[in-house]
T-cell receptor, first 114, second 119 residues
Framework: DAMVIQNPRYQVTQFGKPVTLSCSQTLNHNVMYWYQQKSSQAPKLLFHYYDKDFNNEADTPDNFQSRRPNTSFCFLDIRSPGLGDAAMYLC?????????????FGSGTRLTVV | AQTVTQSQPEMSVQEAETVTLSCTYDTSESDYYLFWYKQPPSRQMILVIRQEAYKQQNATENRFSVNFQKAAKSFSLKISDSQLGDAAMYFCAYRSAKNRIQGAQKLVFGQGTRLTINP
């Protein structure tokens, strides 16, 4: 089945040690999003790619970076994770021109910082 | 900027009964989409129902229906005949219908309502 896959489901990293989360999609969607969701809070958009066009949210810390080497894959890099970066990270996709379709979400990666 | 507010952090309902989750939003736009998403514990977020703002008719998907009041900027979700599998976090979300500009296609989420189903 076409889907959005996030790896790993659970990631433990050390304070200050760079970590990369991955997302892949078989939907051939143009847009890929990264959201941060802290416990019992609404998902917060970090950035998105519209094809190769990167769009950063104004309040996303510089500590967060993203790469999209091709249509199928998108990566979230946290350069120096702090305790406050512990959260669920959600990847989602949407197709260009289908604004009413909402998103397709992955299962998320839960990041723990120790 | 658009905002979405869910004023009920938690709700509970007896199995087989009906429950309504509230959502209000603020926007200056006239054309947009509204969504309810369900996020079960440790599982992915899935779309429950969507509403196009230009449609007056309320959307319905099986046991799920919405009460869309555009003038009041209200978008509530009614779940009929509640089932144990309905237990989840429910998020109301807004999406602009503008042509794509930076940020125009993003979903803006409310804080969520945790729904518990009592057997």
């Amino acid at each position: 089945d076409a889907m959005v896959i996030q790896n790993p489901r659970y990631q433990v990293t050390q304070f200050g040690k760079p970590v990369t989360l991955s997302c892949s999609q078989t939907l051939n969607h143009n847009v890929m999003y990264w959201y941060q969701q802290k416990s019992s809070q609404a998902p917060k958009l970090l950035f998105h790619y519209y094809d190769k066009d990167f769009n950063n949210e104004a309040d996303t810390p510089d500590n967060f970076q993203s790469r999209r080497p091709n249509t199928s894959f998108c990566f979230l890099d946290i350069r120096s994770p702090g305790l406050g970066d512990a959260a669920m990270y959600l990847c989602a996709t949407s197709a260009r021109g289908h604004r009413g379709d909402g998103y397709t979400f992955g299962s998320g990666t839960r990041l723990t910082v120790v | 900027a658009q905002t979405v507010t869910q004023s009920q952090p938690e709700m509970s309902v007896q199995e087989a009964e009906t429950v309504t989750l509230s959502c209000t939003y603020d926007t200056s736009e006239s054309d947009y989409y509204l969504f309810w998403y369900k996020q079960p514990p440790s599982r992915q977020m899935i779309l429950v129902i969507r509403q196009e703002a230009y449609k007056q008719q309320n959307a319905t998907e099986n046991r799920f229906s919405v009460n869309f009041q555009k003038a009041a900027k209200s978008f509530s979700l009614k779940i009929s005949d509640s089932q144990l599998g309905d237990a989840a976090m429910y998020f109301c979300a807004y999406r602009s219908a503008k042509n794509r500009i930076q940020g125009a296609q993003k979903l803006v989420f409310g804080q969520g309502t945790r729904l518990t189903i009592n057997p």
